[in-house]
């Protein structure tokens, strides 16, 4: 693989995006939202893909496409196993071109059962979820090539389908792969992927990580170095991205306290805030909000994605202009 246009677009710089968590009653406003996210600086702005408790992403993005003209687009992540991948190309394709080349695509396996469960698809072992996931991996590049493409597998078949119009962006969007796991998920990234997706929290046992998070999120990036390694690929072809599962800042302690009190008491629509401890929350004023940036920063994140309650513009607003100029990357 050749290092994507988008990767190599940040190399003089640190990247922001951020991931807004749509309440029940705050559809409404998404739009207004996505277009202040754009007027604010951030590289991408992304939409979760849990439609069984949430918005559906898709269409989401869809209307933001049409109200921003910069902002990178996407969901952080898309769930492999929610659609057939030849038809997650076809949306992907169609956003790629209302937005004029702007989709970022981010795939993971997918961990709620009980959404599973809802659109009654099968929930099966992370083993097989993930074989499914390297056959996707190749039907969604395939089905947007220049012929008409065909892929018969144990979990996925196509025949005879090319979507068009294809995507705006050469050689193809950029594909980022959502997930930490050290053996299997970054490996995925090194064999297939233009960008990781990393966190410092472990929060399926309960358990999370150091109270910065840095030595995990290095012990993460050394795995996806020597994955690399291993399958013979250069590292820096690999956009290096941090998640963060819940963001709240404010000017003073006070503030902060009477926000994060108000946000607690209106249970998140992100089942990845619900299942996380809070202890794994960033939550805090500018300053100590930089500083543990800034200590994930130096492993060599290179692009932050931070998930913010979509009414929470105060945070929006502080995360661009107090905090994103004073954290330094490589």
């Given at each position: 693989?050749?290092?994507?246009?988008?990767?190599?677009?940040?190399?003089?710089?640190?990247?922001?995006?951020?991931?807004?968590?749509?309440?029940?009653?705050?559809?409404?406003?998404?739009?207004?939202?996505?277009?202040?996210?754009?007027?604010?600086?951030?590289?991408?702005?992304?939409?979760?893909?849990?439609?069984?408790?949430?918005?559906?992403?898709?269409?989401?993005?869809?209307?933001?496409?049409?109200?921003?003209?910069?902002?990178?687009?996407?969901?952080?992540?898309?769930?492999?196993?929610?659609?057939?991948?030849?038809?997650?190309?076809?949306?992907?394709?169609?956003?790629?071109?209302?937005?004029?080349?702007?989709?970022?695509?981010?795939?993971?396996?997918?961990?709620?059962?009980?959404?599973?469960?809802?659109?009654?698809?099968?929930?099966?072992?992370?083993?097989e979820r993930f074989a499914a996931f390297a056959e996707a991996?190749?039907?969604?590049?395939?089905?947007?090539?220049?012929?008409?493409?065909?892929?018969?597998?144990?979990?996925?078949?196509?025949?005879?389908?090319?979507?068009?119009p294809p995507p705006v962006q050469q050689p193809r969007p950029?594909?980022?792969?959502?997930?930490?796991?050290?053996?299997?998920?970054?490996?995925?990234?090194?064999?297939?992927?233009?960008?990781?997706?990393?966190?410092?929290?472990?929060?399926?046992?309960?358990?999370?990580?150091?109270?910065?998070?840095?030595?995990?999120?290095?012990?993460?990036?050394?795995?996806?170095?020597?994955?690399?390694?291993?399958?013979?690929?250069?590292?820096?072809?690999?956009?290096?991205t941090h998640f963060t599962i819940k963001l709240a800042i404010?000017?003073?302690?006070?503030?902060?306290?009477?926000?994060?009190?108000?946000?607690?008491?209106?249970?998140?629509?992100?089942?990845?805030?619900?299942?996380?401890?809070?202890?794994?929350?960033?939550?805090?004023?500018?300053?100590?909000?930089?500083?543990?940036?800034?200590?994930?920063?130096?492993?060599?994140?290179?692009?932050?994605?931070?998930?913010?309650?979509?009414?929470?513009?105060?945070?929006?607003?502080?995360?661009?202009?107090?905090?994103?100029?004073?954290?330094?990357?490589?």
């Amino acid at each position: 693989m050749a290092r994507h246009p988008w990767v190599a677009a940040g190399d003089d710089r640190l990247r922001w995006g951020v991931q807004l968590v749509v309440g029940a009653d705050a559809l409404g406003s998404l739009v207004d939202t996505g277009r202040m996210v754009e007027d604010l600086g951030y590289d991408g702005l992304f939409i979760f893909d849990h439609p069984a408790i949430h918005a559906d992403p898709w269409v989401c993005l869809s209307a933001l496409a049409a109200a921003t003209t910069r902002v990178r687009l996407g969901s952080a992540v898309n769930c492999i196993g929610y659609r057939h991948p030849a038809y997650l190309a076809r949306l992907a394709a169609d956003l790629d071109n209302l937005s004029g080349g702007r989709l970022v695509l981010v795939l993971g396996i997918g961990w709620l059962a009980p959404e599973f469960a809802a659109f009654d698809i099968p929930f099966k072992s992370a083993k097989e979820r993930f074989a499914a996931f390297a056959e996707a991996l190749a039907i969604i590049p395939g089905v947007w090539g220049p012929e008409r493409f065909s892929y018969e597998g144990e979990h996925y078949r196509v025949a005879e389908l090319r979507i068009q119009p294809p995507p705006v962006q050469q050689p193809r969007p950029p594909v980022m792969i959502g997930g930490s796991g050290e053996h299997v998920t970054l490996r995925f990234v090194a064999k297939y992927a233009d960008a990781c997706n990393v966190s410092n929290t472990v929060s399926i046992d309960g358990k999370v990580g150091d109270g910065g998070g840095a030595t995990l999120v290095k012990q993460r990036l050394d795995a996806l170095h020597r994955h690399c390694d291993d399958l013979d690929r250069p590292y820096d072809e690999v956009l290096r991205t941090h998640f963060t599962i819940k963001l709240a800042i404010a000017r003073t302690e006070a503030d902060l306290a009477e926000k994060v009190e108000r946000q607690a008491a209106r249970p998140s629509t992100s089942p990845g805030t619900r299942r996380t401890l809070p202890s794994a929350f960033v939550t805090g004023t500018p300053d100590l909000v930089v500083a543990h940036y800034q200590a994930i920063a130096d492993t060599g994140i290179q692009y932050f994605i931070a998930q913010v309650e979509s009414t929470d513009h105060e945070t929006l607003e502080l995360l661009a202009t107090e905090v994103m100029p004073r954290v330094d990357g490589r």
